[in-house]
């Protein structure tokens, strides 16, 4: 809509087009550097995903390198018959889901409580405090994680051995692993995902606080009957949002973490190419992986805006 | 905070209610703090006696012998000036840059304004993957360089939608005012709109300068072999892997946390050392963050 008013109204406004150009022409000069930039850094590569179709021969422009056999699926079927690559698309799909139902929650909670807090001075810092872990990398975390769930001279598994129990083994065992990872990144990011919420909840008009008061609610029933249906449509949109991203794929938090005892539930899309393209030099079935990641995800994001805009919220464009 | 109104009349079911809410969140603290305070107490204690365990809070003997090892490191010494200078460098540049764009695609007189949006805003959920991104940064010469920490990132769709966002919140009769009075796009960019946006800007910078100290993965992909290009976060990547491949080797884990190649001492000192700047810098620019985020619309 946006767009017909301008290309209306312009006409009107524009006297010719060298007067206009003469006038402006510094805009357009301030936008030619990131434009180059864009077109170079962010569009090339798209160029270079048609290697994902062809036999990848180094120094060769990808133009000019041959079509694979099977009409350049030949590394489709090869990925797909590759018992690796199956086991990373599970376990992207396994850790995104366990990461949604654990995580999505949390900041939620966090924020409902914390609006309920009296003290405006401790929930200030608490707040800050909540914020904390989203400005640690993912090398720190684990760091962290190594030595909270240590074998023998961490907490959480001395506070297991004075119950008398042995030591579990946190990140060496694959269910255990998976816990640990999910668990640290609820933490990392449940304070920084409620900053949303806690804006949403700012949001909501304080007489329908008031009139609640009037006839005699109690706190937990104001929580329940007013700040949360408050906040439904941000939580409506950002669960959307979420699962359009459900086989997107990070690599820096499951690559800090992973260990070779638990490859079986660790290796995910992301680090099967880093491993097999980066280190194992297969250009072609690794591009071909990440197109096929990208495709998912893409169709993901747009069912997932749709649905949204269906039910009456914002879209993310 | 409306609540104080009334105190008096308030029954019995709602101060169990505070006193759980209080519960509740003096935990999640708890939970979000533990693990820092405990790597910091942990840099503090000398190496062979921390092996025992049973150190949470406090140092039990206390000892600077950490820190002293880890600064005469010269991996780390390296990776220290190398996360600085790129942190500064990125932080200048990229700044520079999503304001510039951001102040265009702002401008009212700006044609192709939602074409131009669309064209960066596919950046954001499209790219073209890790390997042909490896290949073009490699045909460009860029793997193997210091350059390649700064110059492809040094403009993102998010950071320039935020910075969008606030430039147009600002009056076109100021920008008109000052056209009339003679003064080109530079200038009005320069002396006008840019004071009047240092929130945004802190909240901008902040991003950038976060992201470039985290980063570890791109001196692990581009710049692997270039030990001069290590950076500190990648350096405790690798403290990290040597102790949880041994870990992963020895079958009888319990055995095996006091014979770590790294005494966990030196990794904690290298952790807090690592994650202290940006620790100490956050909650200074807090406000602006959290307003940056919600008013831009934009979520991560």
Request: proline share 6%.
């Given at each position: 809509m946006k767009k017909n008013t301008t290309k209306v109204s312009l006409p009107k406004k524009k006297v010719s087009a060298s007067v206009y150009f003469r006038k402006y022409w510094q805009l357009y000069l301030l936008l030619l550097l990131p434009m180059a930039y864009l077109i170079i850094f962010k569009y090339v590569p798209m160029v270079y995903i048609q290697i994902a179709f062809k036999d990848y021969k180094i120094g060769m422009s990808p133009f000019k390198m041959p079509l694979t056999t099977k009409n350049g699926m030949k590394y489709f079927i090869q990925a797909f018959s590759n018992k690796d690559f199956i086991n990373a698309l599970r376990n992207t799909l396994v850790l995104n889901i366990l990461d949604l139902v654990c995580g999505f929650p949390a900041p939620i909670i966090f924020a409902l409580i914390l609006n309920e807090l009296c003290f405006k001075r401790f929930k200030k810092i608490t707040q800050t405090i909540a914020y904390m872990p989203h400005f640690l990398s993912w090398v720190i975390v684990a760091s962290l994680a190594l030595q909270l769930f240590?074998?023998?001279?961490?907490f959480v598994n001395q506070v297991i051995n004075a119950m008398g129990r042995d030591s579990v083994p946190f990140l060496n065992d694959p269910a255990h692993w998976v816990a640990t990872y999910i668990f640290m990144g609820v933490w990392q990011s449940f304070g920084w995902n409620s900053i949303v919420y806690l804006a949403a909840i700012a949001g909501i008009s304080p007489e329908l606080y008031e009139a609640a008061s009037v006839d005699g609610a109690g706190r937990f029933k104001k929580m329940w009957h007013i700040t949360l249906p408050g906040i439904r449509p941000t939580i409506v949109v950002l669960l959307i949002m979420n699962l359009g991203n459900i086989l997107g794929s990070s690599f820096d938090r499951p690559y800090a973490f992973q260990n070779n005892l638990v490859m079986k539930v660790a290796n995910v899309i992301a680090t099967f190419v880093y491993k097999n393209?980066?280190?194992?030099?297969q250009f072609s079935l690794t591009t071909a992986v990440g197109l096929f990641q990208s495709v998912i995800c893409v169709i993901f994001l747009l069912l997932a805006n749709w649905i949204s805009r269906k039910l009456g919220e914002r879209g993310i464009w | 905070m409306n609540e104080k109104e009334y105190k008096v009349s308030k029954p019995i079911s709602d101060k169990i209610f505070g006193v759980i809410v209080v519960i509740f969140l003096a935990s999640f603290v708890i939970i979000t703090l533990y693990p820092v305070i405990n790597t910091v107490a942990l840099s503090f204690n000398d190496g062979i006696d921390a092996v025992r365990g049973g150190i949470y809070l406090w140092p039990r003997k206390f000892s600077m012998k950490n820190y002293k090892t880890v600064f005469a490191m010269q991996n780390i010494w390296t990776g220290a000036k190398v996360t600085v200078a790129r942190t500064v460098l990125a932080t200048l540049t990229s700044l520079f840059a999503n304001a510039l764009l951001a102040f265009v695609v702002s401008r009212k007189r700006f044609l192709f304004k939602s074409q131009l949006s669309l064209f960066w805003v596919i950046t954001m959920y499209v790219n073209g993957g890790m390997i042909p991104v490896f290949l073009l940064y490699k045909n460009l010469g860029?793997?193997?360089?210091?350059?390649v920490y700064w110059v492809p990132g040094m403009i993102s769709a998010f950071n320039m939608l935020v910075m969008r966002t606030y430039m147009e919140g600002i009056p076109e009769s100021l920008e008109e005012s000052a056209q009339l009075d003679g003064a080109g796009y530079f200038t009005i960019f320069k002396d006008i709109i840019s004071p009047l946006r240092k929130p945004v800007y802190a909240t901008v910078a902040l991003f950038i300068a976060v992201w470039q100290w985290n980063s570890w993965f791109d001196a692990m992909l581009y710049n692997r072999m270039k030990t001069q290009y290590t950076t500190l976060q990648y350096e405790l990547m690798k403290l990290l892997s040597s102790v949880m491949q041994q870990s992963g080797s020895a079958e009888n884990a319990k055995n095996a946390g006091g014979n770590t190649i790294t005494p966990i001492t030196i990794r904690a000192a290298v952790t807090v050392a690592t994650m202290l700047p940006i620790v100490c810098l956050y909650p200074f620019l807090q406000r602006y963050f959290v307003t940056g985020l919600t008013i831009g619309g934009v979520k991560e």
């Open positions: 240590a074998p023998t001279n961490g393209g980066i280190k194992g030099l | 860029l793997t193997g360089t210091f350059n």
